[in-house]
């Protein structure tokens, strides 16, 4: 994998549901896994940033896990209100480098 | 309160018509950057600044210059915009590498040029 690759593009969701997306990241020269959130009109909002293989981070109803050996995360949201509604993007970051490497994201819409 | 400050929001400019997008940040980070979003791609780096007086390019800095003569702020300038350029552009500062703490983003500036 070269580039940061999310999945799915999109989902609806009914409220009350969870879900939960992914994200594939070349495992060479990674140092760090950042999850944002981003909903319309706003900036994206820092939700976790994980470095260790097997790290899990933990966010009100919204958790993540990492796995550098493979090059994944995933990112998980326990009954999905309408307020989850919004893009989550993942980056890719190499030590001590200025730019992450961002995915396209994956737009959430949850339905009442 | 913590934050990046981006200016304007909306910009419609004609063909060769040099503009400015500015940027500033209050907390005092070393690092900032300026970012393109594209439809079906994601967040592309333009430019980045380590500190005052201290730039360099990131992937796709065509088109565009900066320069950061006081730490708070990093504008984006386009001397000659074409309509390739036409994009929502975020600023972003880091205290550290945004590798290690990640970013705050500015709220974005959505950038027309005809």
């Known amino acids: ?112 | 309160e913590a934050q990046v400050t981006q200016n304007p929001r909306y910009l419609i400019t004609v063909t060769g018509k040099k503009l400015t997008v500015t940027c500033s940040q209050n907390m005092n980070h070393e690092y900032m950057s300026w970012y393109r979003q594209d439809p079906g791609l994601g967040l592309r780096q333009i430019y980045y600044s380590m500190n005052v007086e201290v730039t360099d390019k990131g992937d796709v800095p065509e088109g565009y210059k900066v320069s950061r003569k006081e730490k708070r702020n990093f504008p984006l300038i386009l001397e000659s915009p074409s309509p390739n350029q036409t994009s929502l552009y975020f600023c972003a500062s880091s205290l550290a590498p945004a590798s290690i703490y990640g970013y705050t983003f500015g709220s974005g500036t959505r950038l027309t040029v005809v």
Request: charged fraction near 20%; hydrophobic fraction near 30%; charge should be neutral.
């Open chain 1, 1 to 112: 994998i070269l580039n940061v690759e999310q999945s799915p593009q999109s989902l609806h969701v009914q409220e009350g549901d969870s879900t939960n997306f992914t994200c594939s990241f070349p495992s060479s020269n990674f140092y760090a896994l950042h999850w944002y959130r981003w909903e319309t009109a706003k900036s994206p909002e820092a939700l976790f940033v994980m470095t260790l293989n097997g790290d899990e981070k933990k966010k009100g109803r919204i958790s993540a896990t990492l796995n550098t050996k493979e090059g994944y995360s995933y990112l998980y949201i326990k009954g999905s209100q309408p307020e989850d509604s919004a893009t989550y993007l993942c980056a890719s970051g190499s030590y001590n480098t200025d730019k992450l490497i961002f995915g396209t994201g994956t737009r959430l819409q949850v339905f009442p």
